[in-house]
């Protein structure tokens, strides 16, 4: 089990472009280990978030793992082939900001997603909602964007303790 150390927000490395995995063998192996425990950790410890991107425990890889009811497993590669013209807006944060703020931000109601998965087999996925806002949050890592970079209005920030208590509903993107 291997817990990895958050990149945080300031860190260069949170701003840099990923790379695409080639070799799944011997690029894929390492990250897949480290972006589940460390997300399972942090989801104990925070009492919350719901997926990680590799370049957040400093593997600067196009990987995301997401863990929810709804949805488990590995993205690599992956791309937003279709973002629908409606959003809506969610309170967003994030284990790179250590969760102590939250920004509410529009995200497109519905995307389709080309990836595959851990052992290359390819997906083609819709997703809506609480899944389509937080695979726009976690791909958007593999581009060097953080959820904050999306405020149309810098009023919208809170911190945890003000989210908590006036504004927590289930989910948020990170
Ligand atoms: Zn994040």
Redesign the pocket.
């Known amino acids: 089990m291997v817990i990895r150390d958050t990149v945080l927000l300031g860190d260069p490395r949170l701003r840099e472009i990923a790379d695409p995995i080639y070799d799944y063998e011997k690029e894929l192996r390492p990250v897949l280990e480290d972006l589940k425990d460390t997300l399972t950790e942090h989801q104990r410890l925070y009492k919350m978030g719901r997926g990680l ?1 590799a370049p ?1 425990i400093g593997h600067n890889k196009r990987v995301v793992y997401v863990q929810t009811e709804a949805f488990t497993g590995y993205l690599v590669n992956p791309s937003i082939v279709y973002k629908s013209p409606e959003t809506f807006d969610v309170w967003d944060s ?3 900001m250590n969760a102590e703020f939250f920004v509410k931000i529009p995200r497109h109601r519905r995307i389709k997603i080309k990836y595959t998965d851990q052992f290359s087999e390819f997906h083609n996925d819709t997703f809506t909602d609480d899944l389509s806002e937080l695979m726009q ?2 791909i958007d ?1 593999l581009d060097g964007i ?2 904050s970079d999306h405020l149309t209005n810098m009023q919208n920030i809170a911190m945890r303790a003000e989210w908590e208590k006036r504004y927590r509903v289930k989910g948020v993107g ?1």
């Open positions: 991107a957040q994030c284990f790179s949050h976690e890592h953080v959820c990170m």
